[in-house]
């Protein structure tokens, strides 16, 4: 009997039970809308509030700051095309290995007017601070530079660079869909203004993202909404997962190459190897 093995973790993770579980009620019993002042919607209005109190608590950041999408692209472009337009005009650094929601944001904002510099990486797939210095101009507004890349795992020097942001008053995008709920992030530490991260990558549901932006950023929506969606979005399920990894019951599904012992919030917890590198 043939037995198929997943092996693809950092494309996507199956939805964890524990998850599926905190998600249940909200299908058919708190399906209020959480605009609504009745009591259907005020309970489910308590889920939204929790959800986005526990994601915010696991970045040890506060609640306002986090804004939940419908996925990692959507996250990406909101992220470097709001803090662009916010800025009018200007120049963008970024890096040649950007996910694509990054790199067509950017080229995007190209035809808009802006200008952008795509660094090189070196053979290991790694960002050189210094060249991300010599890039910097008088009227570079943002840097955006992922934390991991999830072909060849390398991660990338992103408190350098946010060092280097913070001295040059630049503001700062991080992608860390593939590392949110892996390695450690701390992003005060790492001088990262504003952070896309994704539910699927660790045992989420698809469909579930979100936007870590900081207090006083200055950002524009890139999406206009109907009244029922103004304010920050979210779900119960991103909650969950962000649940598990705090409290170390969920296991690595792949840490980014250079790590031995799991970096992970779940290694942390309890010391577990990570059940797969490289």
């Known amino acids: 009997m043939t037995r198929r093995?997943?092996?693809?973790?950092?494309?996507?993770?199956?939805?964890?039970?524990?998850?599926?579980?905190?998600?249940l009620p909200y299908f058919n019993e708190v399906f209020g809308n959480p605009s609504s002042v009745h009591g259907f919607g005020r309970a489910a209005r308590e889920g939204v509030d929790t959800a986005r109190e526990r994601i915010a608590r696991?970045?040890?950041?506060?609640p306002e700051e986090i804004v939940f999408t419908s996925g990692g692209t959507e996250s990406d472009n909101l992220g470097v095309k709001g803090l662009a337009l916010a800025r009018g005009r200007g120049h963008i650094i970024t890096s040649?290995?950007?996910?694509?929601?990054?790199?067509?944001?950017a080229q995007a904002l190209q035809a808009q007017g802006f200008d952008v510099t795509?660094?090189?990486?070196?053979?290991?797939?790694?960002?050189?601070?210094?060249?991300?210095?010599?890039?910097?101009?008088?009227?570079?507004?943002?840097?955006?530079?992922?934390?991991?890349?999830?072909?060849?795992?390398?991660?990338?020097?992103?408190?350098a660079i946010g060092a280097l942001a913070r001295e040059h008053g630049l503001v700062f995008h991080v992608d860390a869909v593939q590392t949110f709920g892996k390695i450690p992030i701390d992003v005060h530490a790492l001088g990262i203004d504003v952070m896309s991260f994704s539910s699927h990558k660790?045992?989420?549901?698809?469909?579930?993202?979100?936007?870590?932006?900081?207090?006083?950023?200055?950002?524009?929506?890139?999406?206009?909404?109907?009244?029922?969606?103004?304010?920050?979005r979210t779900c119960p399920a991103s909650s969950a997962s962000a649940r598990r990894w705090r409290s170390g019951r969920a296991r690595c599904p792949r840490k980014p190459s250079g790590h031995g012992r799991c970096a992970t919030a779940c290694g942390r917890a309890s010391g577990s190897e990570c059940p797969r590198s490289g």
């Not at 696991?58 to 506060?62: D, N, P, T, Y």
């Not at 890039?135 to 390398?154: F, K, L, Q, Y």
């Open 202 to 232: 660790i045992y989420g549901p698809k469909g579930v993202a979100g936007l870590y932006i900081g207090r006083g950023t200055k950002m524009v929506a890139a999406n206009t909404s109907g009244a029922g969606a103004r304010g920050p």
């Open 96 to 105: 040649q290995i950007e996910h694509h929601a990054v790199l067509r944001t």
């Open 58 to 62: 696991f970045l040890g950041v506060v």
């Open 5 to 23: 093995v997943y092996l693809d973790h950092n494309a996507s993770t199956p939805v964890h039970p524990e998850v599926v579980a905190e998600m």
């Open 118 to 159: 795509y660094l090189p990486v070196d053979q290991y797939g790694m960002v050189d601070p210094d060249h991300v210095k010599r890039a910097i101009r008088p009227d570079t507004i943002a840097i955006t530079i992922m934390h991991a890349n999830s072909e060849v795992g390398t991660v990338q020097p992103v408190a």
